[in-house]
C-alpha cells in the first residue's frame, strides 16, 4: 500500500505562484507513475499531468502548459508541482495520485488506488 502526503497550498492573487509536494511511503516500487489531479467545486476531477519515477518523462493537460512545472525529487520520494502564472480557474482542490504507470494515469485515472488527501488552492482575482 502507498500512501500519499500532500502539501503546499494556500491562497494566492492571481499572476501568483504556488508549489505542491506530495510524498511518497509505504510499497512505491510498484508504482512507476505519478499525477496530479483537481477539482474544482461542481465539477468533476480534472488530470492536470503526470511524470514518470524512472526518467522524469512529464506530460500535462493543455489548460497548464507553459504554466506548470512537474518534477521529482527520487532521493525524498516526493514530486512537486510548481504553478506560475495562476488563474483564478486554476482554483480547485490537488490531489496526487500512484500509478503503475503514466499512462494509466491518464487514461484510467478511475483505477488508481493511492492518492493524497488533497490540497486547496486558492486564486483570487
Known amino acids: 500500500q502507498v500512501q500519499l502526503v500532500e502539501s503546499g497550498g494556500g491562497l494566492v492573487q492571481a499572476g501568483g505562484s504556488l508549489r505542491l509536494s506530495c510524498t511518497a511511503s509505504?510499497?512505491?516500487?510498484?508504482?512507476?507513475?505519478m499525477g496530479w489531479f483537481r477539482q474544482a467545486p461542481g465539477k468533476e476531477r480534472e488530470f492536470v499531468g503526470t511524470?514518470?519515477?524512472?526518467?522524469?518523462?512529464?506530460f500535462y493537460e493543455d489548460s497548464v502548459k507553459g504554466r506548470f512545472t512537474i518534477s521529482r525529487d527520487t532521493t525524498k520520494n516526493t514530486v512537486y508541482l510548481q504553478m506560475n502564472s495562476l488563474k483564478p480557474e486554476d482554483t480547485a482542490v490537488y490531489y496526487c495520485?500512484?500509478?503503475?504507470?503514466?499512462?494509466?494515469?491518464?487514461?484510467?485515472?478511475?483505477?488508481?488506488?493511492?492518492w493524497g488527501q488533497g490540497t486547496q488552492v486558492t486564486v483570487s482575482s
Open positions: 495520485a500512484a500509478g503503475p504507470n503514466t499512462q494509466t494515469l491518464r487514461y484510467n485515472p478511475a483505477s488508481i488506488k493511492a
Open positions: 509505504g510499497r512505491t516500487f510498484n508504482n512507476n507513475g
Open positions: 511524470i514518470s519515477w524512472t526518467g522524469g518523462t512529464t
